[in-house]
């Protein structure tokens, strides 16, 4: 199952088009298709506050050699409890002089157990259930199944980013020819720069031949309890509750 995965990855853009949303995710579109940009995720976990913004750069080089740059920024936070808060946004050319309109908000309580995603435009929410983000399971060093690929993982050594000490690691993930119907081999590679302190990647470069270069960064990163207006549902808002034990009670 982890292969598939990891083809999904490689074969589609960076992220694009996901059935199945999750937090971070940022909507746009490209040529009439719906295309889904992921930031940075977000653990709940409790006692390591902050709140910054998703800056996400993408550059992609089209056949013609022409070159297409997208930009967006999106608000992030976690506070004390381990509440998650995420913005789900437009994107826009990146040498234009235009901001990120947000489309959606959505809050990750691990307290109540809920996730709420609240869209803007129809002024209405809905809360599911929700019992924390679990990160996948990376695939080993090595070689493939059937000797399909392989993954390279090296380490980049520690920097700091905002004061914070961050520790890098290079990850390239290589497709032999003919496996998804590719001619060559595919390449796709990662640089994550990851902070043991607060548990979360703050600047991730993807490349490959297909996503062209993503490159997301946490910028104005500050370290104290976010605003507790962000974990709230907007006034006006219809709620409609999702969760099991809500439909039980019906």
């Excluded at 995965?5 to 746009?28: E, H, I, K, N």
């Excluded at 993408?58 to 740059?69: N, Q």
């Excluded at 390279?152 to 290079?170: H, N």
């Excluded at 990163?221 to 039980?248: G, H, Y």
Aim: aromatic share 6%; with cysteine; hydrophobic share 35%.
């Amino acid at each position: 199952m982890r292969f598939f995965v990891l083809l999904a990855q490689c074969a589609l853009l960076a992220g694009a088009v996901l059935a199945q949303d999750s937090p971070g995710t940022f909507l746009g579109r490209e040529g009439g298709a719906q295309v889904s940009i992921h930031g940075i995720k977000i653990p709940s976990v409790p006692g390591k506050p902050f709140s910054g913004w998703d800056s996400i750069d993408w550059t992609r080089t089209l056949g013609d050699g022409s070159v297409i740059a997208s930009h967006q920024d999106a608000r992030l936070a976690r506070d004390s409890q381990g509440r998650v808060y995420r913005e789900r946004v437009t994107r826009f050319p990146a040498n234009s002089d235009r901001k990120s309109r947000i489309r959606a908000i959505i809050i990750l309580d691990p307290v109540a157990h809920t996730r709420t995603e609240c869209v803007i435009a129809a002024r209405r929410c809905e809360v599911d259930d929700f019992h924390g983000l679990r990160p996948p399971a990376p695939l080993p060093d090595g070689s493939f199944s059937s000797d399909k690929g392989n993954v390279v993982r090296e380490s980049l050594g520690s920097d700091s980013i905002d004061g914070l000490e961050v520790v890098g690691t290079r990850e390239t993930v290589t497709v032999n020819a003919g496996v998804v119907g590719n001619t060559e081999p595919l390449t796709t590679m990662d640089e994550y720069w990851y902070s043991p302190d607060l548990e979360v990647n703050l600047s991730i470069t993807r490349k490959g031949p297909r996503e062209g270069t993503l490159v997301i960064h946490v910028v104005d990163l500050v370290r104290s309890e976010p605003d507790a207006s962000l974990f709230q549902i907007p006034a006006n808002f219809v709620v409609e509750d999702q969760r099991r034990s809500a439909k039980s009670e019906d």
